[in-house]
């Protein structure tokens, strides 16, 4: 039975990009905002892929002061063992960001098939859901029924990876008087409220777990509630908050965190081994260990922006307390800015007044005038395009920036 129950988890092991061994920059976590994205990264001459940990379940402690995660490998015996997994829990102490590991029985995969049977036996009164992937495709097709009327209709067309059919989608539901019933997207994430259960479904799935493969995934949540992926892979593996307030979502080496009420991120937790730790949210703040700060970097089209460089304003101490506890969003003096869609790339070079900026392609057409900004002290000092060429920009202070002559350096973070 074991062995049966992770051949899954191994496909997953062999499709994902960190198996890729040809990929020397790995993209680890992704924020998008609109229809730009940029990733947390890191460079594989600095860590190892075989260090990395799948995160297979999360979930918060009923003090909401420890983040538990746990992951399942395959013991050291590898493919001659039969695949026997270890468990292990990993105890993340919120507030005192300290990090301790666990060595747990094979009675905690007991435990976890019966919490996902429960999990699958969960129905709303009067929706029924089913989803499905789109085999070579990027999309995800939906067929709800109102049990009341008998009446189904089929939602499809999710564009990968930001959902722009999502409206459509939104507008079906509403035209069929499917009341009660809410669709949202959010990152890769597509949230189904219904009267007394909530869905998620995760895009993109590895191909071993799409249509073409046999694979699909149903992920059914009472609102207090598991939710599990049917196959047992991690992929939206996760649970709420004792409040109900926040979704933890694990992907990867990662978990999401998201606001139940509006299906926003508020902030991701990536493990990148038995010791080093980050948490970023989509205003680009984070906290984290000093070796996960320095290897760490945000990958903008072709430009990649080491977290080391960011004004001391971004380096949150305590912030996945503030995220778990409803404060990450309170009003501070530091300037925000929405790390996925206006990073666009780092000062290059300086020459006296002048700053070079080196953008790439991601930052869209730049014309002369425009304003970009760097932040120091939390405050937003202001650059002028003066010179746009393809993939860098000549700018000049403006405003009262020449008090900043000489706190700007090179690869400094810009911003548009």
């Known amino acids: 039975m074991l062995k049966k129950a992770f051949l899954p988890l191994l496909s997953l092991l062999l499709v994902s990009g960190i198996g890729c061994s040809s990929v020397k920059i790995v993209p680890l976590a992704t924020i998008t905002s609109k229809d730009k994205s940029v990733d947390i990264a890191i460079d594989l001459k600095k860590k190892s892929r075989d260090e990395f940990i799948t995160v297979t379940e999360a979930e918060l402690s009923a003090d909401d002061n420890s983040l538990i995660l746990y992951s399942y490998t395959l013991g050291d015996g590898g493919f001659m063992s039969g695949y026997v997994p270890k468990v292990r829990k990993y105890t993340f102490r919120v507030d005192s960001s300290t990090l301790s590991m666990e060595i747990l029985g094979q009675d905690r995969l007991v435990e976890l098939k019966k919490r996902q049977a429960a ?8 929706y029924d859901v089913q989803m499905r992937y789109h085999a070579g495709s990027s999309g995800i097709r939906m067929v709800v029924t109102d049990k009341k009327t008998g009446r189904s209709i089929v939602l499809e067309g999710f564009a990968s990876p930001y959902f722009s059919r999502h409206g459509t989608m939104v507008a079906q539901l509403k035209k069929f008087g499917m009341s009660g019933l809410t669709l949202k997207a959010e990152q890769n994430l597509v949230f189904i409220k ?20 046999g694979g699909f995934s149903l992920f059914p949540q009472g609102m207090g509630g598991y939710r599990l ?18 979704y933890l979502n694990c992907a990867s080496i990662m978990v999401r965190f998201f606001d139940l009420k509006t299906c926003k991120l508020l902030g991701q937790f990536i493990l990148l081994d038995g010791k080093n730790w980050m948490v970023v949210t989509p205003d680009g703040r984070y906290d984290g260990t000093d070796e996960a700060l320095r290897m760490l970097f945000w990958q903008t089209g072709e430009e990649q922006v080491p977290l080391k460089n960011f004004d ?37 070079e300086i020459k006296g007044r002048e700053i070079i900026v080196s953008t790439g392609k991601s930052a869209g057409k730049i014309n002369m005038g425009d304003k970009l900004f760097v932040v120091i002290d939390g405050k937003k000092v202001t650059l002028e395009a003066v010179f746009p060429m393809m993939t860098i920009t000549r700018c000049v202070l403006r405003g009262h920036g020449d008090k900043y002559t000489g706190r700007i350096t090179r690869g400094t973070p810009v911003f548009r």
Request: aromatic share 2%; charged share 30%; glycine share 10%.
């Open 119 to 126: 999990a699958l036996q969960k129905k709303d009164e009067r």
């Open 312 to 348: 001391a304003s971004f380096h949150k101490k305590g912030l996945l307390a503030d995220i778990l506890r409803g404060r990450a969003d309170k009003e501070t003096d530091t300037v925000k800015v929405d790390i996925a869609g206006q990073l666009i790339g780092k000062v290059r």
């Open 229 to 246: 992926n049917t196959l047992l892979q991690g992929m939206g593996a996760g649970q709420t908050d004792k409040r109900g307030n926040i």
């Open 194 to 213: 219904m009267p007394e259960m909530m869905m998620a479904a995760q895009y993109p799935l590895p191909p071993a777990l799409r249509e073409d493969s």
